[in-house]
Structure formats: structure tokens, C-alpha cells
């Protein structure tokens, strides 16, 4: 360090040198990129900026960098707030790797009339999958099965991981979106009765049931699947009278965001016997996971993977670069947001 | 024991005292048993003899009982062979707590014209539901991700759990019956391309294609599901030319019985890399489990619970004690075998 100028050491995270690319920021590593390497966003057209894999803090780094940043690629761990935004005078791109842009500052996007592109819907099939996945395996115990086997459980030792059917379980999905619908024409395959809450009643070819009131819904639904966007009016929609209503036998399926549910209340209910099991991708304050929850068998986690299979980490990588590259060619980007 | 006589001792596994009611042999006691009580077979109008539950060795216990046996309730741990029919000159109907009847000589109960129902398909639902959730464990890597989450793996750390996509995948079902059908509905709602291959073609009106020769479709399917019944023919159907075809990146799910597989070939394979990965609720030598794959990230099981829900095992209940007392009353059996 010693040896190097500030401009030296800054540098060393820029992935080319050709100094006439747009530059487009990384703050946080996305999980994307630490399975697939650097190739996951590779292009001729942009040039890539890893804060952090630059030696230098954050601040610094994006002092030094400030002025030549004109798109951000931005993780859900790394939110775009008004403050990142008001330190790069020259930012005119924010994409995330994500469907949802609940961690971007859209008012202040708008306002200095950045444009923002999300992950589109390329997600949803894959996000969809591990929600089914996630409430089979609730309900039919296929992970607590796992562990009773290796466990040297069988014959019968200790409790037996019995589990409930599947066919005509009362399914609450919140959220008759892209992915809320899928998960609305797999779960139909296996004999559940679905019904939904969303902003607006779908028009009439939809054939589940309508509930505008959600604790309703959820005092009817053997399961709630949460696959609607986090906003104000979603922001702790499912608090303690929804998960009082949901009961001991009710199970909860998180998908979406953490902080649409109310964690320390759900946390609480499932150490008490108040609901009858989680599956959580998401959490309020990922990576950090409600540890108390890790001894109870009816609890699946998964570390924010809905979305992650090979081949739709690949399909993200086109989304990200396709809408870079359209961007600063000055053609409409692939899946505007703003 | 020294104070009592043999035939105290004998009795003491008898329900009832009662003298009239057809006596029903239970060798081994089944794991509905063990989950629900007693309650699981209860009925008014006969009698069960538990003989796991004397103190007498079961070839003692069977000797003083012999003549009073009139049926028996089979569960696949406690097989009806030709010896243990010829020491009970009284048996005249066998009801298994499977849909498989493979442990029951069927030769030697027609020969001597002893009826047999089996659980008719009352199990097929949980079965083909069981089926689905063991390959979406495996190809989303639910388990693991479970696992990489209460290991505090996450943020990244260790190898990721990355899952590979349903949708589009190939997968061959075989054995298109009462399960395999409905695993077919199941996975056609995510986007799965299916096939089947079984004894015949199905009529045209089933819309999925058909192999009629198994390493065939192994070599064009991502993965293939056993759904088929165990006989002569499909005894170590996959074998290992069938999973050299299945190949690397192949899985194989297997909810019908241990031995149409060569365990010892799968187990090789899947030591190798030589298939990707494998969900196995039914294994050759229940309950031993080959344990060489517990290490494996790759391979989810369960013991032999693809059809134990609560809701299943209160309707098989049912169905036991609705065959014995039909049979009982010179009623048709309500899912007669034999």
C-alpha cells in the first residue's frame, strides 16, 4: 500500500483500462457473480467497478471514483439510498439484480431522472418452484425425513416425521402476481384450493377465490405463500392478528421479502406453538437469520435462493448487461422500472 | 414368566378376550401402527394378534396360535411367505398395508385360495406428492440450502447450494399407473417435459411420450421417477447400463420399491459422479439404508414415507378394516387382489 498512489490503489478494481467505457458500479459482490465469477455481467461495452474488491473503504473508494460512475448494479444487499445517489453526480443507471427495487430510493431516482431496470420476471418460474418446494417440504417433512434417516432413526426411534396431504389444503397466496400466479398453477396440480389477496380483484377468467381482507384469508388457508412486492402497504402486512388468524396448524411461506412479515411476532408464534411451520427464503435483515428458529423441525430456510438456479443466474446475467448495453446505446431498456 | 403357562403367556398379545371374532395376525407391527396407536386398525367385529408384542418367539407364538388365525395384515416388513402360510392351515385373507403386494406369495394363496386386497390406491396422492418433493429437493437443493443456512454459511461461505431449473427438464416416469400419472400431472404444471415408459402404450389420449425402451428414454431424460410395480420384470429394471444412460447430470427418484433398482450400481454411481443425484424414499434391504451416501449433498431420503401423511394413514385405517370386515361378513372385498 504504501507504495501505491490513492489513484494506483483505486484503480485496481476496475476491470479494464480503456478509459472511454461507461462505468458501472458494484458495491456488494452479488451472490450471483460469487457463483459464477466475473463472467456473470461480462460485456465489450461497459466497464465493471468492484468496490468490494478494492483495498480502499467504501467512502473513499467512491470519492476517488465518484465522477465517472454512470450505472450502479445493485444487489438487494446493497441499497441505492438517496445518499449513494447524491455522491455520484454522473449516475443515469440503476439495475438490480432482483425483481423486486424495493431497496432503491425511487423518489430520488425520479427526481434526478435516473432510469432503473429490474431482473424483469425471469425469476419468477424458479422463485415459484422453491415456494411449492418449500411447502411440501413444510408439510410433508421431506427435510426433517432426511435428517430422521441419517440420523439412524429408522426403525422407528424418537418422533416420527409424519406428515400432512397435500390435496385439498386451503392455500392463501398473497400476491396473484407473476410468480404468485405460478405458484397458483402448480400447487392446482397437486389438488390444493387456492385463493388469493392483492390490490385489485383479478378479472374474472381467474379461477380462485377473491379475499380482500387478508386476516380472512388467512383464518380460511391452511397455508399463507407470501409472493406480492415489500412497499408501505406491505410492509408488516402479516403481523399478529393475520398469524393468530393463520392458527397452530397454519404454515407460512416467505418468498417475497422478509419485512413483509412481522419476524419478531413469527418468530415468537413458531416457538410457541401459535402457527404450525415456516419455509423462509427472505428474512428483515438478511444475512442474518432468526437463529432461535434453528432447532425446530417444522422451520426449512434457504438463503434468499428462490431465485437461484444455474440456469437463471445465467438468464439474470443477459437481463443485466442486455439493459446496460441498450441503455448507453441509447435504445429502451429490456425491463424498465423507471 | 416362571409362573405363568404358555398359554398365558400367548394370550397376553390378544385385543380382546373374546372368543367369536376372527382372530387377525400382525407379525411385525406396521409404522401406521406405531404413529397412530392401536386406533389405527380398531374395529368391533374382529380380533388382532399382535405377535411383536409377545414375549414368545414368533415361531412358539405362531405355534400355539396357528389354528385360530384366520387373516393376517401384511405391512412390506413382515412378508407372507409360503412357510409362514403352510403353518396356518386357517388363513383365508391376506390384507397388505401397501399398494405393492410383492411380499405376499400370491402363488401359494391361490393355490390354496386365500384371498388378498391390498391398500388399493388410496395412497397414490401422498405418493406422487412425496415423488415431486423428493426431485425438487434435489434438483433446488432445498435440504441443502437448509442445511447451509443452520450451518451459518450464509453470507457465502462453503460451497453454494446452487440449484438447477425445473422447468423445461426431462423427465422420464417409470411405470404410468395410479401414482405415476398423477406425478405427471404434478410436474407438467412446472414446466417439465414427460414421459413414460410402462408394459404398454398408453391409449393416444395421454399426451406424453412414450418409450418402450427404458435405457432410451434414461438417455433422454434429466431425470427419471419410479412409479412402477415390483415383479419378475422389473426387478433391477434400472441397472447399470439404464443409469449409464441416465449420465452425469441425471437424477433418479425412486417411491416403489428398493429392489427395481441395483442399489449396489446407484450406490457406485452416485459415490463416482457417474449420476447427479438421487431422492430415495424405498431402498432393497429396509430399514438399512446405504449409509456410504450420507455424506452426499445430492442424495435426500426418507424412510420409506412417500405415503405416510395423517390424512393417509387414518383413510388406509379405514381401508384395512373395511376389507377384513367385508370379507368377515361374505361381503366383496373393497380392493380385492386375489
Known amino acids: 500500500m504504501q507504495n501505491r498512489s490513492i489513484s494506483q490503489v483505486a484503480t485496481m478494481a476496475t476491470s479494464s483500462s480503456t478509459e472511454k467505457l461507461p462505468r458501472v458500479l ?3 459482490r452479488p451472490d450471483a457473480m460469487a457463483v459464477l465469477g466475473d463472467g456473470f455481467v461480462a460485456s465489450t461495452k461497459f466497464e465493471i467497478l468492484k468496490a468490494f474488491e478494492s483495498p480502499l473503504p467504501l467512502p473513499e473508494f467512491l470519492a476517488y471514483h465518484s465522477d465517472s460512475i454512470s450505472a ?4 438487494v444487499a446493497a441499497p441505492v439510498t438517496a445518499d449513494l445517489i447524491r455522491i455520484l453526480p454522473n449516475l443515469r443507471l440503476v439495475v438490480t439484480t432482483s425483481a423486486g427495487v424495493d431497496h432503491v430510493d425511487l423518489v430520488e431516482c425520479r427526481r434526478r431522472g435516473i432510469s432503473v431496470a429490474n431482473a ?16 411440501i417440504d413444510v408439510f410433508r417433512r421431506i427435510s426433517a425425513a432426511n435428517r430422521f434417516v441419517k440420523q439412524r432413526f429408522w426403525p422407528l426411534k424418537g418422533d416420527y416425521p409424519l406428515g400432512s396431504k397435500l390435496g385439498r389444503k386451503r392455500i392463501g397466496i398473497v400476491g396473484l402476481g407473476s410468480i404468485g400466479s405460478k405458484v397458483a398453477t402448480r400447487l392446482d396440480a397437486f389438488g ?3 385463493s388469493y389477496s392483492s390490490r385489485n380483484r383479478k378479472p374474472y377468467d381467474v379461477p380462485y377465490h377473491y379475499y380482500m381482507d387478508i386476516e380472512e384469508m388467512a383464518a380460511n388457508s391452511d397455508a399463507l405463500i407470501i409472493c406480492c412486492e415489500l412497499n408501505e402497504k406491505t410492509l408488516r402486512l402479516i403481523n399478529k392478528d393475520v398469524l393468530s388468524a393463520l392458527g397452530k396448524r397454519g404454515v407460512i411461506v416467505n418468498v417475497a421479502r422478509g419485512a413483509i412479515i412481522d419476524e419478531e411476532e413469527m418468530v415468537r408464534c413458531l416457538r410457541e406453538g401459535e402457527i404450525g411451520g415456516a419455509g423462509l427464503d427472505v428474512f428483515e435483515d438478511e444475512p442474518n437469520v432468526p437463529k432461535e428458529l434453528f432447532e425446530l423441525d417444522n422451520v426449512v430456510f434457504s438463503p434468499h435462493s428462490a431465485f437461484m438456479t444455474l440456469e437463471g443466474l445465467e ?5 443485466v448487461v442486455g439493459n446496460i448495453e ?3 446505446s441509447n435504445k429502451p431498456l429490456l425491463t424498465p422500472v423507471l
Chains 1, 2 share one sequence.
Open 26 to 28: 458494484i458495491v456488494k
Open 72 to 75: 450502479i448494479i445493485a444487489p
Open 120 to 135: 424483469g420476471s425471469s425469476f419468477s418460474e424458479d422463485v415459484a418452484d422453491t415456494a411449492v418446494g418449500l411447502l
Open 192 to 194: 390444493c384450493q387456492i
Open 315 to 319: 438468464e439474470l446475467g443477459k437481463v
Open 326 to 328: 441498450a441503455f448507453f
